[in-house]
Nanobody, 114 residues
């Protein structure tokens, strides 16, 4: 069984930065994919960024502002978010695929407001 625990969300002013972390525990040798999704209020969950097979994909609205990185030794994935906008307000979910099975974190709230 794999558990994902996110941290780093909170309230930030427009233009500010946050760094989200997601640590995976359990029997993990390597994740096939690691990434982040988000769900804005009243909207469906959407991809933010994902890394798989050595490649990284960002949603268009995040390119140049967000950076995904991983520490495979710690089974941790990070999301550095800069130049945050009000429309980035959402619950952010960590996502991993381990041995072909998808896992989700519980979500961490990011609120961008002055």
């Amino acid at each position: 069984q794999v558990q994902l625990v996110e941290s780093g969300g909170g309230l930030v002013q427009p233009g500010g930065s946050l760094r989200l972390s997601c640590a995976a525990s359990g029997t993990i040798f390597s994740a096939n994919a690691m990434g982040w999704y988000r769900q804005p209020p009243g909207k469906e969950r959407e991809l933010v960024a994902i890394t798989t097979g050595g490649r990284i994909h960002y949603a268009d609205s995040e390119k140049g502002r967000f950076t995904i990185s991983t520490d495979n030794a710690k089974n941790t994935v990070y999301l550095q978010m800069n130049s945050l906008k009000a429309e980035d307000t959402a619950s952010y979910y960590c996502y991993m695929v381990v041995r072909g099975a998808p896992y989700w974190g519980q979500g961490t709230q990011v609120t961008v407001s002055s």
